[in-house]
């Protein structure tokens, strides 16, 4: 555990924390990405104009800080050194300090960014958990934000391929937000990282998650958006990661569907269509550079069990809809087998889906 | 004779327990004293006796009167010690010989003229005559059929306390029994035929039936969940004597039963989500049995699972293990037997629709699946997702019969009667897991694919028991000596598993 961050980035993180109640309501008339971060220590203090925080600013002690840091388990690395990420210096306004619970992204790691809907359709999560998992499995790292949703989805199909993950907290990165996925906060620090600008403890204001959407952004070399509203906020990573030059990808979903309006939206606008991890791959290293770990097409399937994957990949969920008048037996029996070999998996009350390929 | 007692039998849960009613008629000033821990409905037994005997034309003594309920230490509840402690007091008063009365044992409420109601607990009360040696039981006429249930002890059914009195005298002879009526509900009423558009279902309920596993339905609204569950009763082998009469007493200690005389079909409880822990597994002051004791031998339907009182739910779980509940009040310890087919049913979330048409927030459906997950999805070996039924499905496939599915059913439970002879347990359904080691048979090779799932599905160590237990049903099936592969795979395409819920959760 060490906090090797300088004092100067040490204090302005601390400004932040401090102001982050009038950058709250400074920020719910904008909304989008908080522009105040971009300003200097001075120009805040001028901007908030508070006596109490010039003087706290002005009395800043590091030493403190830093033990708070090594208290919570974090590390930390600031701006000015050489070990902070390079990817977040192409931000205009890069975070001052990155707290971390982990291992680090490394400069070599290949990062690759899905985020989506908190309010994911179950074909969603099957798609956000796909890739992620794809994706690890082929030595990408997988970015999110650890919402619920497609961003758990995702890191939770990479810890599958037992890949590295890495979270972007909007709270402090020793906190789980939401709290109910400590177990999953747990596990990406043990696998990747958890990660956050914050400092430890820091109970996150609403501007922190658009603000944290930035770091996303620019810790990866691509940004997949799995499934999103008009209004969701992975817009707002994808116009960031546009912003500083990262090619944007999105998965179509049904136009009858307002969960994927956000998406398909994307994709009219010139965003990269993303039908699988082999895609995702080809946009990353040019086409056919790497391939995706090999599944179902390349399998030999009797021709019994391969009718019967191409129905589940229809769509048709439940073993008594797949057996219909047909032999429910044999079709469970292959139902157990196909998810033995890995194809399918058990989803949502004992329904089965393809898994992607 | 001043002095006088009559036999007669409380109830103790589910069981009768042997009171003796003495009457004792000295010189004094006219009084009536009951004594020996009655409850309020026997103290009131007072006025009725005493108008019953009136107005039956017998003479109430205008004396110093005391009874006595013993063992002192024991509560007698309820009206149907009128009839004992009325013929204790004409026994006492020499109005009828005492000798009579001592080879009967007796239950029954009076009204004031005289007259027997309808009483709970026939049967219990003919049961622990029989065991305490009696030669006849009087009961109430409209309970006789129940009473008769028992073999070796006479029952007699009686309308008044004139015609028990005239019985006992040699004036009268018992009158012949009535006839019973016919059942209420009609075995093929409920029958798997009418269940149509669900036919991929059916080898699933056949194989969950003959282990006797637990089940657990998913699916929208409005599908035929409910319409299944109703049917699984009808599957069931028939109940043996034994287990009819265990249901009768049940049914007839809590007075749902109208003394029809043998019930024979599997009970069917439904309780609503709103239900108690008591009201699920029994208790109260005065402790009932539960749905879970009503639902003994048949099925016990949970509908609407995710709303039910966790707490209640929780109580569930050691009935289910053990097939019994004990039930502790200061008093007293009873027992209600507690063995059933647990049969759930779910929506996949709040809003019903499930997949892609779901409404509802991701913490609306972690919040669901949270109350699923809880204390019994454990002890669901199945778990099967009932979809809507195309318009095709419905009119064009021709549904199974009850009787064919039960056919099926009973050739496997042949097989695991042989293999459960002379243990607790009836069937793979109530394996515990150290009989699951022991019993199942997997072959090298179904053991290997199911720890592939195991260890890449993340199974986990009860989900790897539960999905053996249903896999040595389907081999049961076949009449398989060994659990192959192919049983294993099956099997696993009905598990339950916590990974059976969303991934978002």
New interface residues.
Partial sequence: MTATACDACLRRTDLIAALAGRIEIEWLGRRGRPQLLALGDEALLEWAGVAEIGARFRGFAAAPARAAIAAAGLSAVCRCEDDYPPGLRDLPDPPAVLHWRGRLPAEDDEAVVIVGA??????G??VA?GLGRSLAAAGLTVVSGMA???D??AH??ALEASGRTVAVMACGADRSYPA?KQALHRQIAASGAVVSEMPPGFTPFRWAFPARNRTIAALGRATVVVEATERSGSLITADLAMEIGRPVAAVPG?IT?TRSAGTNLLLKTGAEVVCGAQDVLDLLFGAGARAAPSRADQEPLSPELRRLFDAVRDGR??????????N??A???????L??R?LV????????VAVLG | MALAAVAAFAMDGVESRRVTVEADVRRGLPAFTVVGLADKALREARERVQGAIKNSGYRFPEERLTVNLAPAYLRKVGPSFDLPLALAILAATGQVDATATGTAAFAGELALNGDLRPMRGALAVAQGAHRHGFARIFVPRSRVLEAALVDGIEAVGVDTLTEAVDILAGRAEPRPHPPAPAEMIDADALDLFDVRG???????IKVVVAGGHNLHL??PPGTGKTMLARRLPGLLPPMTREEATEVTRIHSVTGRHRGTGLITQRPFRSPHHTISASGLIGGGATPQPGEITLAHHGVLFLDEWSEFNRGALEALRQPLEDGRVVIVRGQSVLTFPTRCMLVAASN?CPCGM???D?RC???DV?RHDRRLSGPLLDRMDV?????RPTAE?MQ??VPQTSAAVREAVLGARAVQARRFEGTAVSCNGQMTPRMVRELVAATPAALD?LN??HD??GLSARGYHRVLRLARTVADMEDSERVHP?H??????????A??????A
Avoid: F
């Fill in positions: 908190r309010r994911a359709t179950a074909y999560t099957e958990h619920l949703g497609i758990s989805a939770a199909g109910r049904p569907s969920g439940s073993p008594a809809e797949l057996a219909g008048d047909g429910a037996l079709v469970a029996a292959g139902l157990g087998e998810e033995m890995g998996r058990r989803s949502m009350g004992g329904t089965y | 669900h036919n991929g279902l059916i080898e699933a998913q699916g996949p499930g997949g892609n779901c927030s991701a913490a972690a778990t099967l997702y009932v979809a499905q064009g496939q694919a592939l799932l890449r599905e192919l294993v795979q099956i099997a696993s395409s009905w598990r339950t598993d990974k059976s819920m969303p991934v978002a």
